[in-house]
């Protein structure tokens, strides 16, 4: 437990969810949306109030800052990293935050929208919250805890950091980004100016988990180009672009290799958009896996099924594209292990069960690890994020806060 300790993440969580900070996926600005910066622009702000002097936001979105070493042992620097951003699934404008106190295991049914309701049996980690303060949204928007709890958790750790100097830290560095949710989270980050060593994303999901492992992500595009002619005179003539592009996908696995069909460490081909006309059209796929063996075996599943869809349209063609998106952390955190160790005991430290994961999705950490700057993703607490039924609980938020106070100390203690 973290002694003379003063809650400030459920204020600060509550404020900062209430600010839009949606990104755009059809922008071409860095950051995608303006807005993003409204509450990259109060956490400076609270952040300079703290008396952290060179917290400030760059050019392109992103929020620096420094708590300096109160060690005389040479610590290496630590950085932890949020997002601002939320999804664009679903409206992120006027979040309403409620807070249910001493959940009982009951239906809660959202104000705004009564048949919105967040069920035990939809989300069986709430069994785990019995007694616990739960935070949603009012039913009509995404709560946004997905980052804004890793947001608050850092800021709150900080403020708690800053006004307990008698605990031993390194030099630790906070990181905030925009557009994590398009995947863009890290396209403009200045690592050399972070000047941190390792990192920590406080972004994960159930209470006690961290999470060193995550899919490896490809992105595949095929154009196709068909045949037009006029309908009325299109018999043996017209190959359809469109009709091609139906055909290959519907000829994708359909209890294997899918969304849908897949769990735990099963990876997948999922086509994400369709386009087009009769003389050209674009389907857009994402190919997932935990190791990039896997990973180019389903292209080629992928390639296959595109080459045998053409042999029957022989005055058409395809074009298959693929673009790497993120690899598997664990590659880099390998060669790292006291990384996620220090992490383990730091959740430990604070009276938990570590978890140790790996996740069906990416991370900041994914593409910082591969940058140059090792980074597990450490539980904030968020649940089923992106939709109406979001929600967090207070205590999950504070044993957080903990844990990146004790990794800190952690860190310290194991320098010389």
Not at 33 to 62: P, R, W
């Amino acid at each position: 437990m973290l002694t003379n300790y003063i809650n400030t993440v459920t204020e600060r969580f509550i404020r900062y969810v209430q600010i839009d900070t949606q990104s755009d996926p059809y922008s071409d600005t860095q950051p995608s949306t303006a807005k993003q910066l409204n509450l990259s622009k109060v956490l400076v702000e609270e952040l300079l109030s703290m008396g952290i002097e060179d917290a400030h936001l760059d050019e392109f979105g992103y929020v620096y800052a420094t708590i300096p070493s109160n060690s005389t042992k040479q610590v290496p620097t630590i950085c932890f990293c949020s997002h601002v951003d939320t999804s664009p699934d679903c409206s992120g404008e006027d979040v309403k935050p409620i807070i249910h106190r001493n959940y009982q295991g009951e239906d809660l049914v959202l104000p705004d929208d009564n048949t919105q309701i967040i069920k035990m049996a939809e989300h069986p980690d709430l069994a785990q919250q019995i007694g616990n303060d739960i935070i949603t949204a009012s039913g009509t928007t995404l709560l946004g805890a997905d980052n804004k709890a890793g947001v608050a958790e850092i800021m709150d750790a900080a403020h708690h950091l800053i006004n307990h100097p008698t605990i031993l830290h390194g030099d630790i560095k906070i990181l905030f980004t925009p557009d994590e949710e398009i995947g863009r989270g890290t396209v403009a980050v200045d690592l050399k100016k972070l000047g941190a060593d390792f990192g920590y994303t406080i972004d994960g999901e159930t209470l006690g988990s961290l999470e060193d492992e995550t899919f490896s992500a490809d992105g595949v595009t095929i154009n196709i180009e068909g045949v037009s002619q006029h309908p009325g005179f299109a018999k043996g003539r017209m190959e359809s672009a469109l009709k091609i592009a139906a055909e290959i996908v519907a000829k994708l696995p359909k209890d294997t290799l899918s969304p849908e069909t897949t769990e735990g460490m099963e990876g997948f081909i999922h086509p994400t958009n369709i386009s087009g006309a009769v003389e050209q059209a674009t389907i857009d796929f994402i190919i997932r896996d935990f190791s990039v063996e896997k990973l180019h075996a389903h292209e080629l599943v992928l390639h296959e099924i595109m080459q045998n869809v053409l042999r029957n349209y022989p005055n058409s063609k395809a074009t298959f594209e693929v673009k790497e998106q993120y690899r598997n952390m664990k590659e880099v955190l390998d060669k790292f292990p006291q990384v996620s160790e220090y992490a383990i005991q730091a959740i430990k430290r604070s009276g938990l069960q570590a978890n140790r994961r790996s996740i069906r999705g990416g991370t900041d950490g994914s593409r910082l690890s591969f940058m140059g700057l090792p980074c597990p993703n450490i539980f904030a607490g968020e649940h089923a994020f992106h939709g109406k039924h979001e929600w967090v609980s207070v205590q999950d938020m504070e044993k957080a806060v903990e844990t990146i106070v004790n990794l800190c100390v952690i860190w310290e203690e194991k320098s010389v």
